[in-house]
Each structure stands twice: as structure tokens, then as C-alpha cells.
């Protein structure tokens, strides 16, 4: 069975930093775009940041320079480091990996709440 699985969600305050982990297990997602995707209660989903399989890379501009995405091709594994997070930044943080078509995947999302 083909998934996603996220982690590294919590509260956090602002101004702190958080990594989330994306674990894809049942293919390599190696050669695939991915990405990590945010909602927040209201609104749609958007995209916070990508990574092609070749290592480009494309950030939202509200995350750009504080927010960083890596891959870890080996571990079947993507990242999102977020630094200096702000209230606005809370959501429910999804991973996806771009198959072909109309085909992709999705984990289950976790949650990032920003507060003091």
C-alpha cells in the first residue's frame, strides 16, 4: 500500500522553529515531485513549498527565507524546516507527491499551531 505518512506537528510559539517529516512507504517517490501543502480552518489549500526530483525548488512567498525544504532520497523521506513561524503560519500541514496525470498522493496532514 502506497503512503504518506507526516509528523512533527505540534504548538509552537512564535517566533520558534518545528520540522516536519514526510515518510513515503510502498514505492520510492525518489524521481517525483513533491511537496508540502497548508490549510487553515476557512481556506483552501495552498502550497507552502515543492522540490522536483532533481533538487528545484519553489517556496510561497509568505515562507520564503523561513521556511526550508529537503529531501532525503534514501529514507524515501521529505522535510520542511520551518523557522520564525508566525501566528498566520498555523494550519494543517499536508505532504503530496506529484505521480503523473492526475495521479498523486497525500498523507494525512498534522497539525502546526502557532501561539503563545
Known amino acids: 500500500q502506497v503512503r504518506l505518512t507526516e509528523s512533527g506537528g505540534g504548538l509552537v510559539q512564535p517566533g520558534g522553529s518545528l520540522r516536519l517529516t514526510c515518510v513515503g512507504s510502498?514505492?520510492?517517490?525518489?524521481?517525483?515531485?513533491m511537496g508540502w501543502y497548508r490549510q487553515a480552518p476557512g481556506n483552501e489549500r495552498e502550497l507552502v513549498a515543492s522540490?522536483?526530483?532533481?533538487?528545484?525548488?519553489n517556496y510561497a512567498d509568505d515562507v520564503k527565507g523561513r521556511f526550508t525544504i529537503s529531501r532525503d532520497k534514501a529514507k524515501n523521506t521529505m522535510y520542511l524546516q520551518m523557522n520564525s513561524v508566525k501566528a498566520s503560519d498555523t494550519a494543517v500541514y499536508y505532504c503530496?507527491?506529484?505521480?503523473?496525470?492526475?495521479?498523486?498522493?497525500w498523507g494525512q496532514g498534522t497539525q502546526v499551531t502557532v501561539s503563545s
Open positions: 510502498g514505492r520510492s517517490f525518489g524521481a517525483n515531485v
Open positions: 503530496k507527491a506529484f505521480i503523473g496525470g492526475d495521479l498523486s498522493y
Open positions: 522540490m522536483t526530483g532533481a533538487g528545484l525548488i
